[in-house]
């Protein structure tokens, strides 16, 4: 089965600052790879996803990067203000296929204002 | 997006009962999922909920402990059954989109068993 590693685990930065988390991954099938926000008490949100067609996608203030030959994405926050404080979560999956995502750890991200 | 509606929000049981869980969803879905996450932890699959057959389960967790039903394409339930203070945890549900095929999150259960 498919094996998400997600670094890293927590992430301190000064507002202002840009934020990288790192997520391999091992299936070559998957294809779909979200990223999830979760506040503190909340559910986790969709922020940003991207297929294995692009490379890149940006939305704003975040974006991913995708390496389909290395099998790693990133998420990459610029900018970052307080309320980007969360926990980050990666996923991989097969879209169309199962579609059952794995997900990886975790990232604490702490936006100091 | 869609609008993920679970009851209860939160519950107190007593070791040895049994709590259900349920989901409802606003919009066409094409799969069902339930989750279990620990504080501070990533979440955890319990099983995909299949309509009108039975669920499949992931490694670990079995029919008899977290019995679920999906009577319908917007509707699910998980039991978490003979409860005892290690089944605490936050219980999801997440669904597929059918308009747009990504997974979206209900609010989420808390549980927990004195």
């Known amino acids: 089965g498919e094996n998400v590693e997600q670094h890293p685990s927590t992430l301190s930065v000064q507002e202002g600052d840009s934020a990288v988390i790192k997520c391999t991954y091992s299936d070559s099938a998957s294809n779909y790879f979200p990223w999830y926000k979760q506040e503190l008490g909340k559910r986790p949100q969709l922020i940003i996803d991207?297929?294995?067609?692009?490379g890149e996608k940006k939305d704003q203030r975040i974006a991913v990067t995708l390496n389909k030959t290395a099998k790693h994405f990133s998420l990459h926050i610029t900018e970052t203000q307080p309320e980007d404080s969360a926990v980050y979560f990666c996923a991989a999956s097969e879209a169309g296929g199962s579609y059952i995502p794995t997900f990886g750890r975790g990232t604490s991200l702490i936006v100091h204002p | 997006s869609a609008v993920i509606s679970q009851k209860p929000s939160r519950d107190i049981c007593q070791r040895g009962t049994s709590l259900t869980i349920q989901c409802q969803v606003d919009s066409q879905v094409t799969m069902m999922f339930w989750y279990r996450q620990q504080p501070g932890q990533s979440l955890t699959l319990i099983a995909t909920?299949?309509?009108?057959?039975?669920?499949?389960?992931e490694s670990g967790f079995v029919i008899d402990k977290f019995p679920i039903s999906r009577p319908n394409l917007t509707f699910s339930t998980l039991t978490v059954s003979n409860m005892s203070p290690e089944d605490s945890s936050i219980y999801l549900c997440?669904?597929?989109?059918?308009?747009?095929?990504?997974?979206?999150f209900g609010p989420g259960t808390r549980l927990t068993v004195t």
């Open positions: 997440s669904v597929e989109l059918q308009a747009d095929g990504e997974q979206y």
């Open positions: 909920a299949n309509q009108g057959s039975e669920a499949t389960y």
């Open positions: 991207i297929r294995s067609n692009v």
